[in-house]
């Protein structure tokens, strides 16, 4: 099946530094990836869309001059957490669609990288 | 703005049992409701996925259901074993003008025991 990879998977840093983790779709192509966060013992926070070629969206609350995002290329986006604070440690996941153009329907499955821990100190 | 939410936030029970898991949410007009599975401090394994015109899915000893009108789903788990003790979170796409959304529950945290 498809597979979304992540990179790294558990990054401890210095606060003030900026980190940047890799989502790859392995074994497709995807025009729109996804960036969550999770607190513990909470749900999936969506942060902000990426896209290709494009800005990404960002959701309200999210600043996107602190998580900036790039989507490089068909499978690869990147999260920077810029100057990384204390509170920004979390569970990071991306996600990216694979997309099945078909009779009766067109079908969009999500499948989501491993996760990137980060914690600030 | 779309809310999901789960209920029993947390459920433990003995190896063997039925369970069943809920899902609700506030705006009906979805794409499509998909469950996960997470481990801790792992990313999230897709169960199962039902299109907005389906009722229920069936993976082996997984059944999914939509009320799609009423806001709710459940995921019925037969036979539970050990090695389903996970969090299991429910999760709604809807599209927004030209792109698509998934909002999650807040999950259920299972434990089954021995």
């Known amino acids: 099946g498809a597979v979304v990879s992540q990179h790294p998977s558990r990054v401890i840093c210095k606060s003030g530094t900026s980190v940047k983790i890799e989502c790859r779709s392995l074994?497709?192509?995807?025009?729109?990836m996804f960036w969550y966060r999770q607190f513990p013992k909470q749900s999936l926070m969506l942060m902000a869309t990426?896209?290709?070629?494009?800005?990404?969206?960002?959701e309200q609350g999210v600043e996107k001059d602190k998580f900036l995002i790039n989507h490089a290329s068909l499978t690869l986006s990147t999260l920077t957490v810029t100057s990384a604070h204390p509170e920004d440690s979390s569970f990071y996941i991306c996600?990216?669609?694979?997309?099945?153009?078909?009779?009766?329907?067109?079908?969009?499955?999500?499948?989501f990288g491993p996760g990137t821990r980060l914690l600030v100190l | 703005k779309q809310e999901v939410t789960q209920i029993p936030a947390a459920l433990s029970v003995p190896e063997g049992e039925n369970l069943v898991l809920n899902c609700s949410f506030t705006?009906?007009?979805?794409?499509?409701l998909q469950w996960f599975r997470q481990d801790p401090g792992k990313g999230l394994t897709s169960l199962l996925l039902?299109?907005?015109?389906?009722r229920e899915q069936t993976s082996g000893r997984l059944n999914a259901s939509l009320d799609k009108s009423s806001g709710r789903s459940t995921l019925y788990i037969a036979a539970s074993q050990p090695g389903d003790s996970a969090t299991y979170l429910c999760?709604?796409?809807?599209?927004?003008?030209?792109?698509?959304?998934?909002?999650f529950g807040t999950g259920t945290r299972l434990q089954v025991t021995l």
């Open positions: 996600s990216a669609p694979l997309i099945l153009a078909g009779a009766p329907r067109i079908e969009e499955t999500q499948y």
């Open positions: 074994d497709f192509q995807a025009t729109t």
């Open positions: 990426s896209n290709e070629g494009s800005k990404a969206t960002y």
């Open positions: 705006d009906s007009a979805i794409y499509n």
């Open positions: 039902i299109q907005s015109s389906q």
């Open positions: 999760a709604v796409r809807e599209f927004t003008g030209t792109a698509s959304k998934l909002t």
